[in-house]
């Protein structure tokens, strides 16, 4: 009887050290998962802005493409003008 006595008690022991060292586990782990979920936070507000940074620099390059033909356009013109008064000069 005390050989199965001491063996309960052996095995509630290891039981509550167990029960202990998952719920040590168990708020370490939430602990990370809150951490976790804050960096989720902060990459999505970071990937949102790069969003921003690339629909705007996406926008500014077809303002530059315009303004490179009416560059291009206005190169032409002047020149077609320069020939003009090359020919009468």
Do not use: F, S
């Amino acid at each position: 009887m005390d050989d199965n006595l001491n063996l309960l008690e052996a095995r509630v022991t290891e039981a509550v050290a167990l029960i202990k060292d998952l719920r040590a586990e168990n708020l370490r782990l939430a602990t990370r998962g809150d951490e976790l979920a804050a960096e989720v936070t902060e990459l999505e507000a970071g990937r949102l802005r790069l969003a921003q940074e690339l629909a705007d620099a996406k926008a500014n390059a077809g303002d530059i493409e315009r303004y490179e033909e009416k560059r291009k356009e206005i190169e032409d013109r002047v020149g077609g003008l320069l020939q003009k008064l090359a020919a009468i000069g």
